[in-house]
C-alpha cells in the first residue's frame, strides 16, 4: 500500500514536471549559474569561492551571531516577562508586543534607519574606524566577514537579533511559567536569593523544555534572515538576487539559493533532535 | 537590626494575625506561641487555614494584620530579613517539591551553600549526615523521579535540616503519599521530635499526633478554636465544632 501510494505521488510529481517543462520551453543552462558558486582562476588554476557561496557563508555568520544574540535578548526579556517586577513587565510586554504586530519587513526598514544613522555614530562605529590592524585577519574574517562591510553586517544582525529576540522571548516566558509553583516554594523555603532560584532552579528547567520550539525558532530565524536583503546585507538572498539579475537565469539561481538554505535549516534540525534526545537521555 | 533577640522568648509569636483573599477571610487574629523545643500539631477541616497559617511563618504568604516573630526577627517586607528568617525556619511541602534537575545529593547542598555561604565540602559532609539520619544514604546519587514518594519525602526532609533550622514546618507531609509509604516518614519525623527539634506540623494523622505532639490546635475558617494538650484535646474537646472534626476523622 505505501509503495502503491509513493509511486503514485511521483508519478505526478514526473507528470508536473513534464508539464512545467512543456509549457515554459525554458532553456535549463546550469553551467553559468554553477560558475557563481565556485570560480577558477584561470591564471593560478586556483578555485575560488565565488558571491553565491560568499552569501551563504555570510547568512551563516548571520544566522550564528543572530542565534546567539536572540537568545541573550530572549533569556532577559523573557526574565522580565516572569517577573514581578511591574516595570520590567511592561517593558517586556512592550517589546514583544511592537515587534508580533508589525511585519518583519517593516520593522527592519524602520530599525535599519535607526541603527545605521543613530546608533553607529553615536558609539563612533564607520567604515573608516573598522579599518584598524587587529580587524585584517583570518579569524576576524571568519566569524564576521570582511572588515569593510562590518557596519553592514553588524545592521542587519541587530535588526535580525532584535525581531528574532521577541519570539525567543515568548519561549523563555512560557518555559519558566511551566515550571511548577511548589519549585519556586521550596527554594524560598530554603533562603535562596530571587537571582538564585533563577539560576540554580527555575531556568535550568524552563531550558529544558524550551529546547524544542527553540529550535523551530533558530531554523526560523535562518530563513528570516533573508528578509535583510532589503537592507543591502550582503547574504544568501542578496547575492542570489544579484545573480539571478545580471545572468538572467532565474529558476536556477533561486533553485540553487534553496537547496542551500534547506541544506543549513535541516543540518540544524537533525542536529537538535540528537541534542535533545541527548539531553532526555541524561535526565531520567 | 533592632529587634535581634534571639536568646530569649518563644521562638514563634504570632499576634493578632489576619489575611484575606479579596473579600475571603482565610486568617482571623491568630494568637500563636511556639517555645523552643516544643511539638505543635495543626489540624481542622480543609480550608480552614492551616497551611495560609504554616505558609505566613516562613513568608511564603504575607499577612496583612498583626506581627509575626520567629527567632526574635519581626517579618516584614525587607527582603535580607526574610532570608534570614528562612535559614531557621525549614519546611516541608505535601508534594515534596525536590528540584528534578538535581540529584539528592545537589538539592541538599543547595541550600547551605548559597544562603549559609558554608563551603561545598563541608555541605557535602552535612548532606550526608542529613541523609544518614533519614535513613536513605544510598539514594545520593539518584534524581528525585527515580524514588518513591516516601523516599522522595525523607530526602525533603533531609533537606529542610540541612539548614540547621531552629523550626521546622511540615504542610501535610504525608498526604500525597501511598499508605504504605506513611509511616517511613512520619517514623523520621518522630525521630526527629525526640531529638528535641521545634516542629509545627499540619497533618490528618492522629495517631502520630496522639504520640508526638504536646499541643494541639484546632482551626476552622481561620481562626484557632482550640488549644489543648492532646490528652484532653482527643478526650474531651471543648468546642462543638472540634467535637464535629474529630467524630468524623475517627470514625472510619
Redesign the interface.
Known amino acids: 500500500m505505501d509503495w502503491l501510494l509513493f509511486g503514485a505521488v511521483l508519478a505526478f510529481a514526473v507528470y508536473t514536471a513534464y508539464r512545467v517543462n512543456d509549457v515554459l520551453v525554458y532553456h535549463w543552462d546550469w553551467s553559468r549559474v554553477a560558475g557563481f558558486i565556485v570560480r577558477r582562476d584561470n591564471k593560478t588554476g586556483h578555485w575560488f569561492a565565488n558571491i553565491l557561496l560568499l552569501g551563504l557563508f555570510s547568512t551563516l555568520r548571520l544566522a550564528w551571531w543572530g542565534t546567539v544574540l536572540a537568545c541573550i535578548i530572549g533569556l532577559i526579556m523573557g526574565a522580565c516577562r516572569a517577573s514581578p517586577n511591574l516595570t520590567l513587565r511592561i517593558i517586556s510586554r512592550v517589546y514583544v508586543e511592537l515587534i508580533r504586530n508589525i511585519p518583519a519587513v517593516v520593522f527592519i526598514f524602520v530599525f535599519y534607519f535607526f541603527v545605521s544613522t543613530q546608533l553607529f555614530p553615536l558609539i563612533g562605529l564607520n567604515s573608516r574606524t573598522v579599518n584598524v590592524p587587529w580587524t585584517d585577519n583570518a579569524i576576524f574574517r571568519a566569524l564576521f566577514g570582511p572588515p569593510g562591510l562590518l557596519t553592514n553586517f553588524l545592521s542587519g544582525l541587530i535588526c535580525l537579533a532584535m525581531f528574532e529576540g521577541a519570539y525567543i522571548t515568548e519561549i523563555v516566558r512560557a518555559g519558566i511559567q511551566s515550571v511548577p509553583k511548589g519549585q519556586w516554594e521550596a527554594a524560598r523555603a530554603i533562603g535562596l536569593s530571587r537571582f538564585n532560584i533563577q539560576r540554580d532552579v527555575i531556568l535550568p528547567q524552563a531550558v529544558r523544555k524550551i529546547l524544542p520550539p527553540l529550535a523551530g525558532q533558530f531554523i526560523t530565524l535562518i530563513k528570516d534572515s533573508s528578509i535583510v536583503s532589503l537592507i543591502s546585507i550582503q547574504e544568501l538572498t542578496y547575492m542570489g538576487n544579484e545573480v539571478a539579475n545580471s545572468t538572467a537565469r532565474v529558476f536556477e539561481t533561486w533553485i540553487i539559493v534553496g537547496v542551500m538554505y534547506f541544506a543549513i535549516c535541516y543540518t540544524f534540525a537533525v542536529v537538535f533532535g540528537r541534542l535533545e534526545s541527548m539531553a532526555r537521555r541524561s535526565h531520567r | 537590626m533592632s529587634d535581634d533577640n534571639e536568646t530569649q522568648g518563644p521562638i514563634l509569636s504570632m499576634e493578632g494575625v489576619g489575611k484575606w483573599y479579596g473579600n475571603f477571610c482565610a486568617l482571623h487574629d491568630v494568637n500563636l506561641m511556639v517555645e523552643l523545643g516544643e511539638k505543635v500539631v495543626v489540624c481542622g477541616p480543609s480550608g480552614s487555614g492551616k497551611s495560609t497559617m504554616i505558609r505566613c511563618i516562613?513568608r511564603?504568604e504575607e499577612h496583612q494584620a498583626g506581627t509575626i516573630r520567629v527567632a526574635g526577627h519581626t517579618l516584614s517586607a525587607n527582603?535580607k530579613r526574610i532570608?534570614?528568617v528562612?535559614?531557621d525556619?525549614?519546611?516541608v511541602?505535601q508534594?515534596f517539591?525536590?528540584?528534578?534537575?538535581m540529584t539528592v545529593l545537589q538539592n541538599l547542598m543547595?541550600?547551605p551553600v548559597?544562603?549559609?555561604g558554608v563551603s561545598r565540602a563541608e555541605a557535602k559532609s552535612l548532606a550526608m549526615h542529613y541523609l544518614e539520619r533519614v535513613h536513605i544514604a544510598d539514594q545520593a546519587a539518584k534524581?528525585p523521579?527515580?524514588l518513591s514518594g516516601g523516599q522522595q519525602q525523607r530526602v525533603?526532609i533531609a533537606?529542610?535540616l540541612c539548614?540547621q533550622p531552629k523550626l521546622m514546618l511540615f504542610d501535610e507531609p504525608t498526604s500525597a503519599l501511598d499508605p504504605e509509604m506513611i509511616s517511613g516518614v512520619l517514623g523520621v519525623m518522630e525521630e526527629l521530635a525526640l531529638a528535641g527539634m521545634t516542629m509545627i506540623c499540619v497533618t490528618h494523622e492522629m495517631a502520630f499526633a496522639r504520640r508526638v505532639a504536646d499541643r494541639m490546635i484546632f482551626m476552622d475558617r481561620g481562626e484557632i478554636i482550640e488549644s489543648a494538650p492532646p490528652a484532653k484535646f482527643f478526650s474531651a474537646p471543648e468546642s462543638e465544632r472540634a467535637q464535629l472534626f474529630l467524630s468524623q476523622i475517627l470514625s472510619h
Do not use: D, S, W
Open positions: 516562613n511564603l527582603t532570608e534570614r528562612r535559614r525556619v525549614g519546611m511541602f508534594q517539591n525536590l528540584f528534578p534537575h543547595l541550600g548559597r544562603n549559609r534524581y523521579p527515580q525533603a533537606r529542610a539548614m
